[in-house]
């Protein structure tokens, strides 16, 4: 197989498993009030059992930075999304408050590890491919989203069981995903070298004296980015039903228009970051998401509100991979070891914005609380420098050759 194949099928067949993932949390998180109606969780203790998944899977990151150094980033993906997607059945099919608990910490540990080596994949081919793609793999995510938010708006008109819901997406994607898996490319691939092969343990040796406080603003521009993401998966569903008096079937509609636009946006984002740079693309997203939270802060009624979550779609679907994408430029010799870490920050922000969101709305109002995901996306601002790493915009002028070499001899990709 010649070098330009075997990268174009590896960065496919990633591609199909971010989309996988987009499917699969898309399923779990729009159906949050059946799951909370299906098991009894009362308003008070919804907020611990979202807190929990993202606990888990930063425990499970941390693991995946060292499990990475003996096995590929590839491997551990394999085996990952699977138990995802099971995970997410088993929370549909119980009965008792431990069923879903069980099936939400197997969801938590799993979601960790595939993100962690989804992302360094990612990195990875685009360090190989020497030119912006990380945006398009997220487009896939967004995607993803867009058909689980469609087939969980399904399930809500048809009164389908939550296990109903959610057995036709696991029997058809997980198969693809674990044939897929046969044709992800990582370093060691790109390399000519298998995992487990001699020089290929401990081939990253950490972020170096300093290297933390480098990664540092980076960290704190994923934790805000994703307090943003996480008031909408969690609590867009609820806003729109219990603040803005819509029904529940047009409640799992602003994921959906959120998906919708992050799609777009990270469809063409990648031209935008080789004409403009990442610095001026994660500005201009970093103020879009901020007049988006402002108009569902004021929003009378849910179709005003759609059209804020459709602003924060556009604005937010940026910053995300931009961030991965920063930290493998900053660490292009252990950009594993630096995505492990900056994706610990991915579920802070999902542990501090899903219950600060939900004290804040339960102690003062939801609308109030919108305004505090929004101060703090506006962060970014003061951190947007950080994206523009010396000679690593892959294009405007910026792009390196694209020359690579996987195994023997190099080819134009």
Known sequence: MTADVRLRRGRGSLGFSFFVQGVTFALLVTRIP??????????????????????????????????????????????????????????????RMWHVALALGAFGLAVGALDASMNMLGVSLQQTYGRSIMLGFHASYSLGGIVGASAAWAGAHWHLSLFTSYLPAVVVLLPLAFIGSRYYVDRRAA??????????????????????????????????????????????????????????????????VYMVTTL????????????????????????????????????????????????????LCVIVPQTFAAAGRLFPGASDTAIARLNIFNYVGFLVGAPLVGALGDAWSYRGAMLVPMALVLVTLLYARSFAAEGARYGGGHERPRVVDVGRGGNEV
């Open 191 to 256: 390399d000519g070298k298998a995992a487990g092969s001699p020089g290929t343990e401990g081939a990253e040796k950490g972020l170096g004296a300093g290297g933390f406080t480098l990664l540092l603003p980076l960290c704190l521009v994923m934790a805000c980015a994703y307090i943003g993401d996480s008031t909408v998966s969690n609590w867009s569903a609820k806003y729109l039903q219990d603040v803005l008096d819509s029904s529940e079937q047009l409640a799992t509609v602003p994921y959906n």
């Open 264 to 315: 777009i946006g990270r469809a063409v984002g990648d031209l935008g970051v080789r004409r403009f740079g990442a610095v001026a693309v994660v500005r201009a997203g970093t103020l879009v998401a901020a007049a988006g939270f402002a108009v569902v802060a004021a929003a009378p009624g849910a179709w005003v509100g759609m059209l804020g979550f459709t602003l924060l779609g556009i604005g």
């Open 34 to 95: 059946a799951i909370q109606d299906q098991y009894g969780i009362s308003d008070g203790l919804l907020p611990a059992f979202l807190a929990a998944v993202p606990v888990l899977a930063g425990v499970a990151s941390v693991g995946t930075e060292h499990l990475v150094k003996r096995v590929a980033p590839g491997t551990v993906l394999r085996w990952a999304q699977p138990l995802v997607l099971l995970a997410l059945l088993g929370a549909g099919a119980g009965t």
